[in-house]
């Protein structure tokens, strides 16, 4: 269960459209459906959803599981790097969502697997079948996936075990002081925004490893080494020591005046031990087109 404090800057605010902000992840008809079915209390009391909240009430809320929809197979191209029985590596787009979410019913990384793969590890249910990590939207790069439940606890655990090597390009702004550092600050939801990570005393511990690559001045190009694997990690570190990702809207400051769609970042490396064969494996991939025109014309800048 979750209690949430109304402050004046909720007054008035719809406890369904509060829920809203707070759960974006949930569509507004199934959180009044939890509404309605007492799984949401105001003041310890069953109410409806469109009650108005006053500062000083309390809203304690504990969902049930949501009906997991229907991930269908599309005839998606796939950009395959490796693949054999145990595991399938594939370098996603930029724009394409790992597995469906709210806003996201099709179009995945998953979808694609599903026409690809005949069959894909089920431990983490229909929408994410064989989905062991993922990567951002926007974010480009390597992405594992495990086609059976062996593979997948192998390689939960070695992420678990932070043995898995994952190494990142990204172009931030401004220019760093020193040519490497680590950056070691726990990260939890943002407080007043859960649609954005923060770095948070009581969140989960996230470590990041950074290298100077190339400077451009108003830019630096850097290698980043994820010693654990949060959500939005890269991005909302950078963040905190000043130096947000190119194009990040969510943790940046304004539109990049190179037009890119999302982060500039890369998951250039991916390394593990293989389940079976039980011998490392590391796997590669290039900068992507855009990535690489935005570099070329820093460097003829500079």
């Known amino acids: 269960m979750e209690r949430f404090e109304i402050t004046e800057k909720e007054r008035k605010a719809r406890l369904d459209m509060f829920l809203l902000e707070m759960y974006p992840e949930h569509t507004r008809s199934y959180l009044q459906k939890e509404i309605k079915a007492g799984n949401v209390l105001l003041n310890g009391l069953k109410t409806r959803p469109g009650v108005s909240l006053k500062p000083g009430d309390t809203v304690d809320a504990e969902f049930s599981e949501p009906e997991e929809p229907e991930v269908l197979p599309e005839d998606i191209p796939l950009s395959i790097v490796y693949e054999d029985q145990d595991v399938i590596l594939v370098d996603k787009p930029k724009g394409m969502v790992v597995h469906p979410a709210p806003g996201h019913t099709s179009g995945t990384l998953v979808n694609a697997l599903l026409y690809h793969c005949t069959d894909l590890s089920g431990i983490n249910g229909v929408l994410r079948p064989g989905i062991v990590h993922r990567i951002d939207k926007d974010t480009t790069g390597i992405v594992i996936a495990c ?109 990049s005046p190179f037009h890119t769609e999302g982060q500039c ?38």
């Not at 490396?269 to 796997?283: D, K, R």
């Open 147 to 255: 086609k059976n439940d062996k593979a997948h606890i192998s390689l939960s655990e070695q992420l678990a075990a932070h043995t898995v090597t994952r190494r990142y390009y990204a172009l931030v702004h401004g220019n760093f002081r020193d040519d490497e550092g680590t950056v070691d600050a726990p990260i939890g939801r943002n407080r007043t925004d859960r649609k954005k990570m923060a770095v948070d005393p009581s969140g989960k511990e996230a470590v990041t490893h950074y290298r100077v690559l190339e400077r451009f001045g108003q830019y630096t190009f850097i290698e980043c080494r994820l010693e654990t694997g949060r959500t939005h990690q890269i991005r909302v570190h950078m963040s905190s020591i000043g130096h947000p990702l190119l194009g990040d809207l969510q943790y940046g400051s304004g539109k």
């Open 265 to 302: 970042l890369h998951a250039y490396v991916l390394g593990f031990i293989h389940p079976s064969a039980g011998e490392y494996m590391e796997f590669t991939s290039g900068l992507p087109d855009y990535f690489k025109k935005i570099l070329d014309t820093l460097r003829k800048d500079c």
